[in-house]
């Protein structure tokens, strides 16, 4: 079975400083998709970031980055010089990469920033 | 373009009622996806279209449930005697042809349920 954890039920920054949201995740494949999505209270999901398990590199968009962590199965979300906009649910998500179907989502982690 | 659209927005339904949900994918998205979201969670895959055809409807939780996308492009879920349980924010997304995680997954507002 493939599960994602989010430990961190609430998480909250200052306007312009930098957080960091913790994600684990378990699976037996050894390709795989990793994704962060962000989910605003009009409730739409929004792609992040992606990560494909077989590189190296961290994935970057912009403000947004990535410590994809294989071995320890971690997959943590660095928001720099934070926005009020950033406000919102963030969720990772696994996906593998042969199963053309589902995203498996952990339980969510609610980003508050504060001016 | 436009996106994906999910009406209604919110729907109260009875207990025991039925009642269907309509998903309008991005134009030209072979893939369509239903989840459910439910109050404190992330969302939970129900059932995956490529097509007209339902590729995985492993999420569907009982027999209750039920999708269709009988052109390729509108989808309907469809929940008969609903239950209080029902209740959850249903989400549907798209991605273009060949589905798939390397393909991103856009996703629509949802519908609200709530069963009373």
């Known amino acids: 079975a493939q599960t994602v954890t989010q430990s961190q039920p609430e998480m909250s920054v200052q306007e312009a400083e930098t957080v960091t949201l913790s994600c684990t995740y378990d699976?037996?494949?050894?390709?795989?998709?990793l994704f962060w999505y962000k989910q605003p209270p009009s409730r739409q999901m929004i792609l992040v970031i992606r990560q494909e398990a077989y590189k190296q590199q961290n994935a970057t968009e912009n403000r947004f980055s990535v410590n994809f962590q294989k071995a320890a199965k971690s997959f943590s979300l660095k928001i720099s010089d934070s926005q009020l906009g950033d406000a919102a649910m963030y969720f990772c998500a696994l996906s593998p990469p042969y199963n053309t179907d589902k995203l498996i989502f952990g339980t969510g982690t609610r980003l508050q920033v504060f001016p | 373009g436009a996106g994906v659209s999910q009406t209604p927005s919110n729907k109260v339904t009875e207990k025991g009622k039925y009642v269907e949900l309509r998903c309008d994918p991005i134009?030209?998205?072979?893939?369509l996806y239903w989840y459910r979201q439910s109050l404190g969670q992330g969302p939970e895959f129900l059932i995956y279209f490529q097509g007209t055809g339902a590729a995985d409807d492993s999420g569907l939780p009982n027999d209750r449930f039920f999708a269709v996308r009988p052109e390729g492009s509108v989808s309907t879920l469809k929940i008969q005697r609903t239950e209080r349980g029902d209740s959850a924010v249903y989400l549907c997304?798209?991605?273009?042809?060949?589905?798939?995680?390397?393909?991103?997954?856009?996703f629509g507002p949802g519908t609200r349920l709530t069963v009373t």
């Open positions: 134009s030209g998205h072979t893939a």
């Open positions: 997304a798209s991605s273009s042809i060949g589905g798939g995680p390397q393909y991103e997954q856009y």
């Open positions: 699976t037996s494949e050894s390709d795989y998709y």
